[in-house]
């Protein structure tokens, strides 16, 4: 069975603000110093799936920097437009829909656009499993992520041990992000994975689950699929999908399905969710400062500092991230990371869009 690859890549990518804006959301950033990072999510799954089989789903605000973006990485007509944000279940149902419909049923292998992998082989290699496990089994499977550590940022996959194959394990239960010393005890037991967001299974399965469990998205889904192929095909799209309910792939269906399994591994995954992260992308020196372009730093240390252009000059910093661009500059504590968002809220309330 043809193994098809579907990257989500709609998200606005908030928290890394200035940096990450509407139309040049985060992973159309080069932040490792390498490449953009959708072209990275390209190149890494390109190992599973031939890169004429992998398609891309973003809003349709980023779909222009998006096809010059991927030029000649992948297929024009595979950059998959949503005409508004519908959480991760219409955006994977629309995959699936399009691959269905288009070019048969496959095993479809779906990946953030913006996570960082260190160990690609080990990676691929734990999808190959997932792959055949889905296929095998025409089940649900997604990929956990061995905890190094007790993370409350992730979410949880409690799997049962010999609750499958060697390597496919069967999941017991979703679990929300949870606080220290749940963690400790979940890392601990040696039952538990994170939630990386990665899927794998027929397009054919996910959409019987969608019949079962979500049967208005699929009711909706439906539509588009019959349009699909004829003149009408874009413009049921633009008014169907607005309409489908906002929810996330995990809630509506992965919680719910009792056919789920996990392919837990451990190659190096980072979610790079908020700009305390890029000390994963970038070594930090001898002062524990991450330091990206034009830089003096005077009795600095534990800083990210990260400039566009301008020279960024620190002196007498602890524990700060000062983000640069051409039109902004961030400054935070390096604990207040996640709070960025909140700038962008704000902005939004004060009517700012030219800083959107």
């Known amino acids: 069975m043809k193994t098809f690859g579907v990257i989500m890549a709609g998200g606005g990518g908030t928290r890394f603000w200035p940096l990450s804006r509407q139309t040049t959301p985060k992973q159309l950033l080069?932040?490792?110093g390498k490449d953009l990072m959708v072209n990275e999510a390209i190149d890494r799954l390109s190992k599973t799936a031939d890169k004429n089989d992998i398609f891309i789903v973003t809003n349709e605000t980023q779909v222009p920097k998006m096809l010059a973006a991927t030029k000649g990485r992948i297929k024009r007509n595979h950059i998959l437009s949503e005409p508004s944000a519908r959480n991760t279940a219409a955006c994977v149902g629309y995959a699936a829909m399009e691959i269905l419909k288009k070019y048969g049923d496959g095993i479809m292998v779906i990946t953030p656009s913006d996570a960082y992998i260190k160990n690609e082989e080990e990676f691929t290699r734990i999808l190959s499993i997932a792959v055949k496990t889905a296929e095998e089994k025409d089940a649900l499977v997604t990929v956990g992520i061995t905890p190094t550590f007790a993370a409350t940022g992730y979410g949880y996959i409690k799997f049962q041990k010999n609750g499958g194959s060697e390597d496919a394990l069967k999941v017991l239960e979703f679990k929300e992000k949870p606080d220290e010393e749940t963690a400790k005890a979940y890392v601990a037991s040696g039952e538990y994975a994170w939630n990386s967001g990665m899927f794998i299974w027929?397009?054919?399965?996910?959409?019987?689950?969608?019949?079962?469990?979500?049967?208005?998205?699929?009711?909706?889904?439906?539509?588009?699929?019959?349009?699909?192929g004829t003149d009408d095909e874009f413009n049921v799209i633009a008014d169907v999908y607005p309409k489908i309910t906002s929810i996330s792939i995990d809630y509506g269906i992965m919680?719910?399905?009792p056919d789920v399994y996990v392919v837990p591994g451990e190659f190096g995954w980072n979610d790079v969710g908020s700009f305390d992260m890029l000390g994963v992308l970038h070594d930090a020196d001898e002062n524990g400062n991450v330091r990206v372009g034009d830089q003096i730093n005077i009795d600095t240390?534990?800083?990210?500092?990260?400039?566009?252009?301008r020279l960024i000059a620190t002196i007498g910093l602890d524990n700060v991230v000062v983000i640069e661009t051409g039109d902004a500059v961030l400054v935070c504590d390096k604990s207040?990371?996640?709070?960025?968002?909140k700038v962008v809220e704000q902005l939004k309330k004060d009517r700012r869009a030219e800083l959107l």
Not at 215 to 221: G, K, R
Not at 301 to 309: A, R, V
Not at 336 to 341: A, E, I, N, S
């Open 30 to 32: 080069n932040l490792s």
């Open 202 to 228: 027929k397009a054919s399965t996910i959409l019987k689950s969608f019949e079962k469990y979500l049967p208005e998205i699929y009711a909706d889904l439906t539509k588009i699929g019959n349009a699909m």
């Open 255 to 257: 919680e719910k399905s």
């Open 301 to 309: 240390k534990n800083c990210i500092t990260y400039s566009s252009g």
């Open 336 to 341: 207040k990371v996640q709070d960025v968002k």
